[in-house]
Every structure is written in structure tokens, then in C-alpha cells.
């Protein structure tokens, strides 16, 4: 994969601290797992970003596979707040 830094990946990588942190302090304030779990995803995310403004390259799969896990986190956090 071809690594290019630019603007959008730092905003997205900004964004997605932001988040991580969010979803960790509530999960220590609230003791909500979905939150844990959803800033765990955007910290995955931000990994692959944060790859991108560091010009830093991986194998195309590392970053498919970082995304994959990172959505099945949502997905699972957004199940156990479907179940509450």
C-alpha cells in the first residue's frame, strides 16, 4: 500500500485519539464495556492513520486486518448496548 501523509489522515487521526480517550474515560466512570470497546476500534483505526502520517508502510493485509478488527469491535459494542 502506498503511504501518502496528508491533512485528512492527521484529522482522522486527531479524531480518533480523541475518541479512544473518550471511550476509555467512560468506561472508567461508567463501567460501560461498549465504550471500552468502541475506543479500542478507533484506536485500531488509528493506527492505520497514524501509519499514513508517519510514512511508516505495512503489507496492504495488516491494515485490512487492522480495519476488520476495529469494525467487529463496533459491532460488538453496539450489540451489547442493543441488549441492555
Known amino acids: 500500500m502506498t503511504v501518502e501523509p496528508n491533512l485528512t ?5 486527531i479524531l480518533c ?4 480517550v473518550l471511550g476509555y474515560l ?3 466512570r461508567k463501567e460501560k464495556i461498549g465504550a471500552l470497546l468502541i475506543g479500542i476500534a478507533f484506536g485500531m483505526f488509528g493506527l492505520s492513520h497514524f501509519s499514513v502520517v508517519a510514512g511508516i508502510t505495512f503489507p ?12 467487529i469491535l463496533v459491532a460488538a459494542a453496539l450489540w451489547l448496548l442493543l441488549k441492555e
Request: charged residues 10%; contains cysteine; hydrophobic residues 60%.
Open 9 to 13: 489522515a492527521g484529522i482522522n487521526l
Open 17 to 20: 485519539i480523541v475518541i479512544f
Open 26 to 28: 467512560i468506561y472508567r
Open 60 to 71: 496492504e493485509i495488516s491494515f485490512i486486518l487492522l480495519r476488520i478488527c476495529g469494525y
